[in-house]
Structure formats: structure tokens, C-alpha cells
């Protein structure tokens, strides 16, 4: 298990606060902590618990994976898939809707090309006919 990386952590929480459109109270409020703790965890002085960050996840609505990562309470290697979903799910530009559909679809994808729990490298050596889309961006010369 990875050492707790307060200071990014911090930053990360920040970044993600902004990016929700958060205040700091706002969060605090939401996540159930107070003010002064929220901004101390923040600025990399206190080491938040996971059940803190689940709190925090919950009302950022990214996944608690996300911050045991960024905090170093879980490898990022163990976690199966988690940079595609934190890229998913911390990207401010999608709905909640969005997110959980192309989450479905990514997992879908994965099962279907046998990587249900691995990582799913897709190289388009599938027994499955892919996607239009696939074809095209594979460069396939007999894409429609």
C-alpha cells in the first residue's frame, strides 16, 4: 500500500471542488465536515480517513476509488480500469447521465472483448464485429 500524498490529494480536491462548481462550504456542507477541516485537508495539513473521502466522493460524485488513489490509500494498479473511470468521471464537461452510460458502455465493451476485471486493451482482434466507428478509427479498408 502506497503512502497517504496529502499535498496532492489537496490540490486534486481543490480542482475537483472548482470543477463542480463548489464552494468550500458548499463541499464541507455536502460531505459533512466542517469548513476549517475541508480547507486543511486542502492545503495538505490534515491526512482525511476513507471514510472522510467516500464523504467527499460522494459529494464531488466521483468515485471513492478516485481519491484512495490520488491519496495513496489504494494502488493504482490494483484498481481495474480506474484511470479510464476517473477520466470519465471527473471530466466537468459530461452529465451525471453521461457519465454512468459511457461507464456502462466501457464495461460492456470489456466483457464483451473478455477484459470483464483486466484491463481492457482492445487491438481489434475480436471474434465480434465492431463498431462502425471502431473500423473507421482502426483504419480498416473496408469500413462503411
Same mark, same amino acid.
Given at each position: 500500500?502506497?503512502?497517504? @500524498? &496529502? #499535498?496532492?490529494?489537496?490540490?486534486?480536491?481543490?480542482?475537483?471542488?472548482? @470543477?463542480?462548481?463548489?464552494?468550500?462550504?458548499?463541499?464541507?456542507?455536502?460531505?459533512?465536515?466542517? @469548513?476549517?477541516?475541508?480547507?486543511?485537508?486542502?492545503? #495538505?495539513?490534515?491526512?482525511?480517513?476513507?471514510?472522510?473521502?467516500?464523504?467527499?466522493?460522494?459529494?464531488?460524485?466521483?468515485?471513492?476509488?478516485?481519491?484512495? &488513489?490520488?491519496? #495513496?490509500?489504494?494502488?493504482?494498479?490494483?484498481?481495474?480500469?480506474?484511470?479510464?473511470?476517473?477520466?470519465?468521471?471527473?471530466?466537468?464537461?459530461?452529465?451525471?447521465?453521461?457519465?454512468? &452510460?459511457?461507464?456502462?458502455?466501457?464495461?460492456?465493451?470489456?466483457?464483451? @472483448?473478455?477484459?470483464?476485471?483486466?484491463?481492457?486493451?482492445?487491438?481489434?482482434?475480436?471474434?465480434?464485429?465492431?463498431?462502425?466507428?471502431?473500423?473507421?478509427?482502426? #483504419?480498416?479498408?473496408?469500413?462503411?
Amino acid at each position: 500500500m502506497a503512502s497517504l @500524498n &496529502v #499535498g496532492n490529494l489537496g490540490e486534486f480536491l481543490r480542482e475537483q471542488r472548482r @470543477n463542480a462548481q463548489l464552494s468550500l462550504r458548499q463541499l464541507a456542507d455536502a460531505a459533512g465536515v466542517s @469548513n476549517p477541516y475541508l480547507s486543511q485537508i486542502e492545503r #495538505g495539513l490534515r491526512k482525511p480517513s476513507a471514510d472522510i473521502l467516500q464523504q467527499l466522493a460522494k459529494a464531488l460524485r466521483i468515485s471513492a476509488e478516485t481519491l484512495y &488513489v490520488q491519496a #495513496g490509500i489504494l494502488d493504482e494498479r490494483k484498481v481495474d480500469g480506474v484511470e479510464v473511470h476517473t477520466a470519465i468521471l471527473t471530466d466537468p464537461a459530461l452529465t451525471e447521465k453521461q457519465k454512468q &452510460v459511457l461507464l456502462q458502455i466501457y464495461e460492456s465493451f470489456r466483457k464483451e @472483448n473478455g477484459h470483464g476485471s483486466g484491463r481492457g486493451e482492445s487491438d481489434g482482434a475480436t471474434a465480434h464485429e465492431p463498431a462502425p466507428d471502431a473500423r473507421e478509427a482502426d #483504419g480498416d479498408p473496408h469500413a462503411t
